[in-house]
Structure formats: structure tokens, C-alpha cells
């Protein structure tokens, strides 16, 4: 498609699963972006992505959180153990990675843990 | 330490008037900012951005208007549509790599 795509839409599982959720980002985008967004709250940034560079993680905020990406294709983000407290939508994001070029988001994915 | 910050978390216009949102910012150092729009169980959508060597910049019904010295921005959107109603999110990028941070945003309510 001409978007970004994230999957699943919708994720409801209980503490302590692990959970990983998956992007395409717009082709041609050497950029990917994972965000976060609690409710009520803007989005909080996780990781980024460009090209071979070394991955972003300032953002990740713990190390039951993880993400990976292929070359300049699909990345997933893994939560480890997962908490209550990670119930969030998970934005991803993409770009052309250069300066003032703007990021494109995905619909998220809702994520619940009960 | 919230570097953007949209201190208005509801608006309510009548469809055809003006609609402004406010962002403030922390962080002299941004120097480029974006307006999105987001639609309920949506991603956010890029409205319109500005650069700070400019303090106007402008796209159909969007205005986005940056005052350096006051660290503010506003968007305006004029007239107003109901299909404008949305929460509207003010970033900006830092950190060197092109992360963005928001603000809480504003939600945004056009009464036909």
C-alpha cells in the first residue's frame, strides 16, 4: 500500500506475555520511528531507525523493550513481560530521514494488557 | 520536562469562524516545526509545517504563525469545517535525530 501499515491493529493480552507488533513503513523511507501514546497523553518517542546507522533507543523505557528492522523494510518492536502500565497506541513512523522532510504514521496499534 | 506544550486540551468553534491553536516551546534550540491532525483510531496526519527563518507559513485554510522571541506558534484554520474536528498535536524535532517531541494536544470541536 501507499501508507504506512502496522500490525495488529488491535492486541489485548494479559501480563506478563510477550507481544510483538510489526510495521512497513512507505517505501522508498530510509526512516522508521516507533512512538507511543498513553491515554490522554501526545506521543512519546521509542526508537529510530535510519538506514545502517545505529538504532535510536533513547526512548525505550525499559529493556523489556526491544525493536529490530530489516535493512530499509519491516521492523517489529517486542515488550517483554509485558505491565499494565504498557497499555498504549503504538505509532510507527517513516520518512526520507532527511532534514525537514515530515513523518508519516501508521493507525497504530492498541494495545491492552489486563 | 515537557520542551512542547499545547495548554488548551479542548476547543469548541462554530463552522465558518477561526480556529486558533496554541503551542508553546521550551527548547530554543527547534528549529523547525509541524501541525498533525488526528482522527479518532487514526494515525496522526502532517497538516503543515514551518521552519524557523520564517514566521508565516501558509497552505489553504491552514496558517501556522511562529514567534521566535515568545517561543509560541499557532495555527489558524480559517473558516472552519465540522470535518476539522480532530485533536491537533504541535512537535517539533530534537535530539539530532529528527525524533519528534509533541505536545498533549488540543482537541478541536467545528459545531456545524
Known amino acids: 500500500g501507499a501508507g504506512v501499515s502496522q500490525s495488529p491493529s488491535n492486541k489485548v493480552t494479559e501480563k506478563g506475555k510477550d507481544v510483538e507488533l510489526r510495521c512497513d513503513p512507505i517505501?522508498?523511507?530510509?526512516?522508521l520511528y516507533w512512538y507511543r501514546q498513553r491515554l490522554g497523553q501526545g506521543l512519546e518517542f521509542l526508537i529510530y531507525?535510519?538506514?545502517?546507522?545505529?538504532?535510536?533507543k533513547s526512548g525505550l523505557p525499559s529493556d523489556r523493550f526491544s525493536a529490530e528492522r530489516t535493512g530499509e523494510s519491516v521492523s517489529t518492536l517486542t515488550i517483554q513481560r509485558t505491565q499494565q502500565e504498557d497499555s498504549a497506541v503504538y505509532l510507527c513512523?517513516?520518512?526520507?530521514?532527511?532534514?525537514?522532510?515530515?513523518?508519516?504514521f501508521g493507525d497504530g496499534t492498541r494495545l491492552s494488557i489486563l | 520536562d515537557q520542551q512542547v506544550k499545547q495548554n488548551s486540551p479542548s476547543l469548541s468553534v462554530q463552522e465558518g469562524r477561526i480556529s486558533i491553536l496554541n503551542c508553546d516551546y521550551t527548547?530554543?534550540?527547534?528549529?523547525?516545526f509541524l501541525w498533525y491532525k488526528k482522527y479518532p483510531a487514526e494515525g496522526p496526519t502532517f497538516l503543515i509545517s514551518?521552519?524557523?527563518?520564517?514566521d508565516k507559513n501558509e497552505d489553504g485554510r491552514f496558517t501556522v504563525f511562529l514567534n521566535k522571541s515568545a517561543k509560541h506558534l499557532s495555527l489558524h484554520i480559517v473558516p472552519s469545517q465540522p470535518g476539522d474536528s480532530a485533536v491537533y498535536f504541535c512537535a517539533a524535532p530534537g535530539g539530532g535525530s529528527e525524533k519528534l517531541v509533541f505536545g498533549k494536544g488540543t482537541k478541536l470541536t467545528v459545531n456545524p
Open positions: 517505501s522508498g523511507h530510509t526512516a
Open positions: 514551518i521552519s524557523s527563518i520564517k
Open positions: 513512523a517513516s520518512s526520507f530521514g532527511r532534514r525537514l522532510q515530515p513523518q508519516h
Open positions: 531507525f535510519q538506514g545502517n546507522s545505529a538504532p535510536d
Open positions: 527548547n530554543s534550540m527547534f528549529d523547525y
